[in-house]
């Protein structure tokens, strides 16, 4: 009876013991089972503060058309024309906060040939620009790389902005279609009662692609309501240009040209200056920039330079319709250019238009020839350019 009671006190204690130990299982469990949802919610939310923090976006345009040009050494052109209303390009932007208002900032770009797939440089792949840097809300921006420099801002108050890439000043020698700067610094001030200011300063160097001498822009804007005003000036040492190829020119620089349009001029610097203003007024937008290049051969003997005045007028027929009219007069020693450009672009969607151009112009001096930007000479001093095309951004 004793060792009955005995054996059954025994197996009692031990089935206390065992309900304890699976109580204290179940416990831990449950312990650690919340530990494992806290540690996933956890990680969640470190994920989504960082994704909240920092972005990577792609981002482009593809633009394509058809262009008829009615005389291009002396005979009619129909081709296809990549980037005819804007530049094809590719890119990526990224930032990342750091907090306080500051944050690290990148943009990497490409611009490309849409019907041959080839790069707009030759063997660089970000042939438009590619920098790194820090932004701050009350100290402003310092970046440092390949960057363009201030004078594309003119787009801006040009006819080129909503027309073609045919509109832009002969040669393109002030560079407001969009030329970059290699091996560059540049810092720009936050926005103070509507004034900001930017400057930039590239080392050049014989193995830059872009120059092979020092370069520098500087640029400074005021914004007020419909009202926007802007000056610059860019300085280029140690590139080259070809006058008679690409605005017709005769002679340049104390070189006749006439005999060979190809002639390359290399030279010491280009120093532009430029003015420009726009203004929104009901459905019109009233856009003006003038602008002054002087050059200096290698030598630093002879030294030229082209001016250039534009006027232009913006009108929001429809919500999804804009008309674009404009005018711009050039000229240097010898030679004159008169450039009328009329365009009507139809969006089809946010991303997405469609446009229809002509650009005319005509020249004059001995042995001038009319040359539209990226069109070619014509064999006489006039030449008409029409281009209808699509663009998408994404």
């Known amino acids: 009876m004793n060792d009955s009671l005995y054996t059954r006190r025994m197996l009692a204690r031990k089935e206390k013991n065992r309900n304890f130990s699976d109580n204290t299982i179940r416990s831990v469990n449950r312990l650690q089972l919340k530990w494992k949802h806290f540690l996933v919610f956890g990680i969640l939310l470190i994920a989504s503060t960082v994704q909240a923090q920092s972005s990577v976006t792609l981002y482009g345009v593809m633009s394509d058309g058809l262009l008829f040009a009615n005389n ?23 930032t990342e906060d750091l907090g306080s208002g500051t944050k690290a900032i990148f943009n990497l770009n490409s611009t490309y040939d849409l019907n041959t797939g080839r790069t707009a440089v030759t063997d660089t792949l970000f042939g438009g620009s590619s920098f790194v840097g820090i932004t701050n809300d009350l100290y402003g921006k310092l970046t440092l790389g390949r960057q363009y420099d201030y004078s594309v801002d003119f787009i801006a108050y040009s006819v080129t902005s909503s027309n073609t890439l045919f509109a832009f000043h002969p040669g393109g020698y002030d560079r407001i279609l969009g030329v970059s700067l290699a091996n560059a610094v540049a810092y720009e001030s936050p ?50 240009i070809t006058p008679g ?26 120093d532009i200056y430029g003015a420009g203003g726009s203004c929104d007024i009901g459905n019109f937008t009233i856009r003006s920039n003038a602008t002054k290049v002087f050059f200096t051969d290698l030598e630093g003997k002879n030294k030229s330079s082209i001016s250039n005045l534009e006027a232009s007028v913006l009108f929001k027929a429809q919500p999804d319709l804009f008309i674009n009219t404009g005018f711009v007069h050039s000229y240097t020693t010898g030679a004159n250019w008169n450039t009328y450009n009329l365009s009507a672009d139809y969006l089809l969607s946010k991303r997405t238009d469609l ?40």
Not at 215 to 221: L, N, P, R, T
Not at 368 to 379: C, E, H, K, T, Y
């Open 72 to 94: 291009v050494s002396g005979a009619h052109l129909t081709r296809l024309v990549n980037g005819g209303s804007w530049s094809t390009n590719f890119g990526m932007t990224g």
């Open 191 to 240: 926005h103070i009662a509507g004034f900001h200011v930017k400057a930039m300063y590239s080392f050049g160097g014989a193995g830059s692609p872009t120059n092979a001498r020092r370069a520098y822009s500087a640029a400074g804007d005021y914004a007020n309501g419909p009202l926007k005003l802007e000056v610059f000036t860019t300085s280029v040492g140690g590139n080259s």
């Open 245 to 270: 190829l690409d605005a017709g020119l005769a002679k340049f620089l104390g070189r006749s040209l006439v005999a060979d349009r190809s002639l390359v001029i290399a030279l010491r610097k280009t």
């Open 355 to 394: 446009m229809i151009a002509v650009n005319y112009q005509r020249a004059s001096g001995s042995g001038q020839l009319a040359s539209l930007v990226a069109v070619g000479n014509s064999s006489n001093s006039n030449q008409l350019a029409i281009f209808s095309g699509i663009r998408y951004f994404f």
